[in-house]
């Protein structure tokens, strides 16, 4: 394979044969090279002109001439129109707008495939009805990696008696595009067909139609070939409009060898024999699909196996060794996929749901319409194995794609500008499942802590980008798959939920899914719906619309901070607004914003209804009644923003921090810490806060706990390497000194709930090197190494990591052999995240060259790899150093599908924090312009994330280490 910048010139072959689309520049050699005297390079440029005149009369005089009307040679045409040219432009051009004309629209697909396992091709004959809107004479669709036998092409109407209508020219073009040009017109109105054959491949990429090789029991190679279409990799396996407005309907048939089985979206309709020359196959064939989008279309063909189950209509898939570990999957998905039937009122459509485990997948899962395909750790419970993180992943994920049935494949966003549409929905929607299916977990009380603190870590830089957002290329389309489409997508949901009301919001939900069933639509279509129920129910007023509220949170990048200065004497509120950032940069910005309102007089934080508005204005101010002791806005963090209080009113709430809900203690904690690190309120009020709550509460309550640890998380990473780190471990030992006192490793409560604090706790605890958690957890694995005890599988990610952290390159070894040998997907990724625990820099070294050199770490974990080794403050400039080294290999192996690279980048911010750091950064960004691949997004919040490192600290450091040293006798007696 030809590396990104080759060692020398291309030759014809290495451009013709480009089949990764790279590009190609001559290497410049670090000497002075070869010195050329002024007149030798003269003569040199004479020769040169001479010599291409001469070669253009010999071409002129001797090849042969054709008539426009006779179809160009095939070698020319290849030569000309290779997808090595295509490809380099796009590279360069990366907002080229690819998206197809709107003149022709598809109704229907007729698919057959021929997978070659052998030579890993595919070989396909496809049909498809076309209705033209207008009258058109060309045809283009979009292809990535296919060759179309372009003898084989033939365009008709479907009229009885009709005859091909004569091809102008085909050809490859931009934006991974196939044009063909026709002698006449297709009619408006019209039903024409478009027949054709094709060959692709079965790629290592994990996109389009792909192979999957792994490992049984005993050792043997097995494989499998799967599909990944979402967001644009359905023209990877056959000619489409693969755009997600071309709904249409799909019948498919599949050839497989004798010994597989194969799935698709529909259930297998028949199956017949065909036998040919070289091979025989068995032929699936698949009724036709209801219409939807070509991301959604999906198909398998594997030796994989599917225990019986009560639920005929759902069954779950995964190799043979592993069906035992899919029953917590058959367990809840009924009950999830119930849940959303009755919530929506709409009948899962589809006369079956496959749910598979499959053995090397790039997503965590992929919604597939019937046939819902997962990344084996992300689907499979293994009780002796897998944590009870594994069991949530299980769950939020399952109920994440099961949502996507009706937000995402019933009802389709019009274009991924709107992808907030359906991930936004299945985010937030996968916590009312997993509530249904698990209620003991009380997972919604979470949502705070995960999706709310994850969206505004992005959204609080300058770099983010706005929910709804123009996209053209498909570059641009895989980079909106982020914390914004997703987490911000779900808590603005979240913040139109509460302040519609559960019963506006459900009944515009249903209303909107009606209207729009097997269509698809865009954000107006969704507020309008909402809008109408609205009004109905006297909840806005009927001159305001949600579109008015969310066009400015899903138009406008960023968040609000709002200011709020009581005057206690006169019981008003001064309330302002102005975006949030974390460099403290000064914007005046407005939204709509829902104030939802209570004070310690009467509290009450079950009504989360806005109590007033900010219709758009910068201020307002507001009468209350009687302010007492304290007052609060945006109850249970139900707003997508964040508050700062006088002075006062931060004193009072401190002290009356644990009279307060947790959900309310972890949303002052997160707001404070936010403000103090970027300059906005003194960081006397949020450490008083956490130290205050974490002496006083007893009973360790989990989301406050795990959003305290997180806060305090980025303080440790950025002071790791200052004087200031050891005062700061003191004072975070001295406050949570009876919480480490009191989670143990024989805490054997076998809760959720219990389960997360100890795991959270834990891995605080373990931090210290002398601490009893570390002389535990070393006890433990040498137990492990010795007599093979098995570690409790909740203990095992800080057991494993503490063990590694500590030990030598025994400890290492072992647990790389424990990798390569064990058949847990879950204890594959605790052993790959504990590897990258080592303070030993060689071997961290020696683990991430492995990305390059070891087959055994699998394109779906290299991002974890990197991660572990990159957030080890130890590690970070072994990651750093490596991605520099390698970035065109890594590019070329891993591809383009999964954002991996982006993930890399952005896992390298936390420990950097100096100037030099930095400018190196920059650096390299600007070193690989041209080749930035889909990381231009994931480059631009990493580098604004070490800005802000160093800004920080410039201003706050010194208060920091102040506060520290000030108050630290005072909490080494708490």
Not at 403 to 420: I, S
């Amino acid at each position: 394979m030809v590396s990104y910048y080759n060692q020398g010139v291309p030759t014809t072959v290495d451009l013709e044969n480009n089949s990764n689309q790279k590009k190609y520049t001559i290497n410049r050699t670090s000497h002075r090279g070869l010195v050329i005297s002024r007149p030798l390079c003269a003569l040199m440029a004479i020769g040169a002109l001479l010599l291409a005149l001469l070669v253009g009369l010999l071409v002129f005089f001797l090849l042969p001439r054709y008539c426009t009307s006779e179809e160009t040679p095939e070698a020319l045409v290849k030569s000309e129109t290779s997808d090595a040219r295509v490809f380099a432009a796009d590279a360069v051009v990366e907002d080229v707008d690819e998206r197809l004309p709107r003149s022709l629209e598809p109704t229907h697909y007729r698919i057959q495939i021929v997978p070659n396992f052998d030579n890993l091709t595919t070989s396909g004959a496809l049909t498809i009805l076309l209705k033209p809107k207008e009258d058109v004479n060309k045809i283009i669709l979009n292809v990535n990696n296919i060759t179309i036998d372009k003898h084989s092409v033939v365009v008709k109407s479907t009229k009885s008696g009709s005859v091909p209508i004569a091809i102008n020219d085909q050809d490859y073009i931009a934006g991974q595009r196939y044009r063909i040009v026709l002698d006449e017109n297709l009619k408006s109105g019209g039903e024409y067909e478009l027949a054709l054959k094709y060959n692709g491949e079965l790629n290592r990429h994990l996109q389009g139609f792909y192979l999957s090789r792994f490992n049984d029991r005993l050792g043997n190679e097995r494989y499998a070939a799967a599909t990944q279409f979402s967001p644009t990799d359905a023209r990877r396996a056959f000619p489409c409009f693969d755009e997600p407005s071309f709904k249409s309907k799909f019948t498919i048939s599949l050839a497989r060898p004798s010994n597989m089985t194969s799935l698709s979206n529909m259930p297998i309709s028949s199956t017949d024999l065909s036998v040919d020359q070289n091979n025989s196959y068995h032929w699936d064939h698949y009724p036709e699909t209801p219409k939807m989008s070509t991301y959604l279309v999906a198909f398998i063909i594997s030796n994989l196996k599917s225990l019986s189950s009560n639920n005929s209509h759902i069954k779950v898939w995964a190799r043979e060794e592993f069906l035992g570990h899919t029953r917590y999957a058959s367990e809840i998905a009924p009950k999830i996929l119930h849940y959303f039937e009755n919530y929506f009122g709409l009948t899962f459509p589809l006369p079956k749901m496959d749910i598979v485990a499959v053995p090397e997948f790039g997503f965590s899962a992929m919604e597939n319409w019937g046939l819902i395909t997962f990344r084996e750790s992300s689907l499979l419970f293994d009780p002796d194995s897998s944590t009870t993180e594994d069991q949530r992943t299980i769950a939020t994920v399952l109920s994440h794609e099961i949502a996507h049935q009706w937000f995402g494949n019933l009802v389709t966003p019009k274009w991924w500008n709107d992808l907030w549409l359906k991930e936004g929905f299945a985010t937030y929607l996968q916590y009312f499942g997993v509530d249904f299916a698990q209620p003991d977990w009380k997972i919604t009380e979470e949502f705070i802590a995960i999706e709310m603190q994850k969206a505004m870590g992005i959204d609080s830089l300058e770099s983010t980008r706005p929910i709804s957002f123009e996209v053209k290329s498909s570059r641009q389309i895989r980079q909106a798959f982020d914390e914004i489409s997703y987490s911000k997508g779900a808590a603005i949901i979240r913040m139109m939920n509460h302040f519609l009301g559960d019963e506006v919001f459900k009944n515009g939900l249903i209303n909107f899914l009606r209207i729009h069933a097997n269509d698809n639509a865009d954000r107006q279509d969704l507020f309008a719906s909402l809008t109408e129920e609205a009004h109905r129910a006297g909840v806005l007023l009927q001159n305001e619309t949600v579109k008015d509220i969310m066009d400015t949170w899903t138009e406008k990048a960023g968040f609000p901070i709002i200011t709020c200065i009581a005057d206690y004497e006169k019981n008003r509120l001064h309330i302002t607004q102005k975006r949030f950032y974390l460099n403290d940069k000064d914007e005046r910005s407005s939204w709509w914003v829902p104030l939802s309102f209570t004070t310690s007089r009467a509290p009450n934080f079950e009504d989360t209804r806005p109590k007033f508005w900010l219709r758009g204005e910068y201020e307002i101010m507001e009468d209350v009644g009687y302010l007492n002791e304290w007052y609060l806005l945006n109850l249970n963090q139900t707003g997508y923003y964040i508050v700062n209080y006088d002075e006062k009113n931060w004193k009072a709430l401190i002290q009356n921090i644990m009279d307060l809900p947790t959900l309310t203690r972890a949303q002052l904690i997160s707001d404070s810490m936010e403000l103090a690190r970027a300059n906005m309120l003194d960081y006397d009020i949020p450490l008083r806060m956490i130290a205050r709550m974490a002496v006083q509460d007893t009973n360790i309550m989990f989301v406050p706990t795990w959003v305290a640890f997180k806060k305090l998380k980025f303080l440790s990473d950025i002071l790791s390497a200052t004087p200031a780190f050891g005062h700061f471990e003191e004072y975070h030992r001295a406050i949570f000194k009876a919480t480490y006192s009191v989670v143990t490793f024989d805490d054997k409560v076998d809760q959720y709930i219990t389960r997360r604090i100890r795991q959270t706790v834990l891995e605080w605890s373990c931090m210290s090197p002398d601490s009893a958690c570390v002389h535990q957890s070393r006890s433990k694995f040498r137990q492990l190494m010795i007599n093979d005890h098995s570690v409790e599988p909740n203990l095992r990610a800080i057991v494993y990591c503490t063990a590694v952290r500590e030990g030598t390159e025994i400890e290492w070894d072992f647990a790389y052999r424990r990798y390569l040998e064990t058949q847990s997907p879950s204890e594959k990724n605790l052993l790959l995240d504990a590897l990258g625990c080592t303070k030993l820099e060689w071997l961290l070294s020696r683990y991430i060259d492995k990305l390059t050199d070891d087959p055994s770490i699998r394109i779906q974990d290299a991002d974890r790899v990197f991660e572990s080794v990159a957030k080890n403050r130890a590690g970070t400039q072994i990651a750093f150093d490596f991605l520099r080294k390698n970035w065109n290999k890594l590019l070329d192996h891993y591809g383009e599908g999964f954002n991996i690279l982006a993930k890399m980048i952005k896992a390298l911010a936390p420990h950097m924090n100096t100037e030099f750091q930095l400018s190196e950064f920059e650096r390299f960004r600007s070193s690989i312009r041209s080749n930035i691949s889909t990381t231009t997004i994931a480059f631009n919040s990493a580098i604004e994330r070490v800005k802000s490192n160093v800004e920080w600290m410039n201003k706050n450091y010194n208060q920091v280490a102040d506060w520290l040293i000030k108050y630290k006798e005072h909490f080494a007696y708490l």
